[in-house]
């Protein structure tokens, strides 16, 4: 088998408000919940295709999340851009970038802020086209 990403591990400030973001905005599901000393976590994804997100809060080290310069953006493949870039918006969360449609690639994206600041891209592939990778089947 090839190597393959399984999932990101990133430091939110509130769990369960970065849940519900993902959740019920950004439209992942919940797959599982960790409790470990000094950290809570919970892994969100599709049900059949892609990788993983973990969310994990450190209730022992309750400073501001530090974004540092490593990380550029997290990038979500959703069926409707507008719609999501819209829920979030409507939720109280910042848009970067309106979604458009991109002249070089078949897709439409946009930009958000999730709770924590951290950049989340909107990517709706069209004219039939799928990401790379996909498992998803028609």
């Given at each position: 088998?090839?190597?393959?990403?399984?999932?990101?591990?990133?430091?939110?400030?509130?769990?369960?408000?970065?849940?519900?973001?993902?959740?019920?905005?950004?439209?992942?599901?919940?797959?599982?919940?960790?409790?470990?000393?000094g950290v809570n976590e919970c892994v969100?994804?599709?049900?059949?295709?892609?990788?993983?997100?973990?969310?994990?809060?450190r209730h022992d080290d309750v400073?501001?999340?530090?974004?540092?310069?490593?990380?550029?953006?997290?990038?979500?493949?959703?069926?409707?851009?507008q719609a999501v870039h819209d829920a979030v918006v409507a939720a109280g969360y910042e848009s970067t970038m309106a979604p458009e449609r991109l002249e070089r690639w078949p897709v439409k994206v946009g930009f958000v802020l999730d709770p924590d600041g951290y950049l989340v891209e909107l990517v709706e592939y069209l004219d039939g086209a799928r990401p790379a990778g996909s498992m998803a089947e028609d």
């Open positions: 088998m090839a190597s393959r990403v399984g999932q990101y591990c990133i430091y939110v400030s509130d769990l369960e408000r970065s849940v519900a973001y993902y959740r019920d905005l950004i439209g992942l599901r919940e797959q599982s919940r960790t409790d470990i000393p969100l994804a599709h049900d059949t295709a892609g990788g993983r997100l973990q969310l994990a809060y400073q501001p999340i530090d974004h540092g310069n490593a990380l550029w953006k997290i990038y979500m493949i959703v069926d409707d851009c």
